[in-house]
């Protein structure tokens, strides 16, 4: 081991034990992490890559948005499984030239871990370890790192993607399409969001919101039967849950919560609300309840919006169907898709 890499791990040791709380009871520094769970609890794990030139771009996103995005990765998936986070742990590998600062500077690295603790510290869930090392490929080099969180959920009440029930109305939160309206923004002018480096509302893309409190609330006041969170595209995510309940679905186009900026593109077939339905990035959930359970506005302070429902799969019928201007039309998926 390196001295400048000591001396980051010491560092990021330092700040993860400032702001370390709940279940961790051993963190950092030993060969493992112990970790303490309630009685009557579940673990759930998560793990997710964020990839240099995949999901980031070092001339686009600030190292504290790559940091956050990384986590909010991973705290996206334990809030759709109704999960309260217990620990992340980072493993992270970059171009020797990311991990050394500028005179007082602080480094590529330092500022990705800034980045990822502010919003550990915001839910309250320690970074209890993983590891860092320097990417292979020389002048060629990319960063990546892989994020895995530990969630834990009260025993046999995870919401799962197979749990949806034909008749289930179908509900997600916040708004959609932000995220992908403020990405066509940075793709036109990137050097006007050089310096997005805290979160905030205005920047969806940059800084997601994971929806933790409105999972825990989902499932404490029993009100969903299954849940997916949006980050690849809700036309996507809906697939998803589709497949693994053996169901099919109908949204309403016109019940569909546009974000800022968010556009419908008059040039795609069935003339879709392009950015709602494919853009991903949203990190909102998606969720299904008893159509006879009433549902507040708000769960948790977040606005919740019925956007259609889950009706039994029939054979020859479109898995998915739009609904718009009182026609149906099949949906087919066109958000993020790696392969």
């Not at 795609?268 to 159509?291: I, K, S, V, W």
Request: hydrophobic share 45%.
């Amino acid at each position: 081991m390196g001295e400048r890499e000591r001396d980051i791990l010491k560092e990021v040791r330092a700040r993860a034990a400032r702001r370390a709380k709940g279940g961790l009871r051993v963190g950092i520094g030993d060969d493992a992490a112990v970790l303490a769970v309630r009685n009557g609890e579940e673990l759930v794990v998560s793990t997710d890559f964020s990839i240099e030139d995949v999901h980031f771009r070092r001339g686009w996103h600030s190292p504290e948005a790559v940091g956050h995005k990384c986590l909010a990765r991973g705290l996206s998936d334990i809030a759709a499984m109704g999960a309260r986070p217990v620990a992340a742990f980072v493993s992270l590998a970059v171009p020797r030239e990311l991990a050394q600062g500028r005179s007082t500077a602080q480094s590529w690295v330092d500022r990705f871990y800034e980045g990822l603790l502010a919003l550990a510290q915001q839910w309250s869930v320690p970074l209890a370890g993983g590891d860092l090392a320097e990417a292979p490929g020389g002048a060629h080099a990319r960063a990546a790192a892989d994020i895995v969180v530990v969630g834990a959920v009260e025993r046999g009440r995870a919401l799962l993607r197979s749990d949806a029930r034909a008749g289930d109305a179908l509900y997600v939160t916040g708004t959609l399409g932000g995220a992908a309206a403020e990405l066509r923004s940075v793709t036109k002018s990137p050097q006007r969001f050089r310096n997005v480096t805290a979160a905030t509302a205005e920047h969806p893309h940059f800084f997601p919101q994971p929806r933790i409190a409105v999972g825990r609330a989902l499932v404490r006041r029993r009100l969903a039967t299954a849940a997916i969170d949006i980050s690849d595209g809700l036309s996507v995510d809906l697939l998803h849950l589709c497949e693994e309940s053996g169901l099919r679905a109908e949204i309403d186009a016109a019940l569909l919560p546009l974000g800022r900026n968010a556009t419908l593109d008059a040039t795609l077939r069935d003339t879709t609300l392009n950015d709602a339905l494919h853009g991903g990035d949203d990190y909102e959930l998606l969720f299904t309840t008893d159509p006879r359970t009433r549902m507040p506005r708000k769960i948790a302070g977040m606005p919740v919006r019925r956007i259609g429902q889950m009706l039994r799969k029939k054979s020859g019928a479109p898995r998915m169907v739009l609904k718009e201007n009182g026609r149906r039309a099949e949906l087919k998926a066109g958000g993020w898709q790696h392969f």
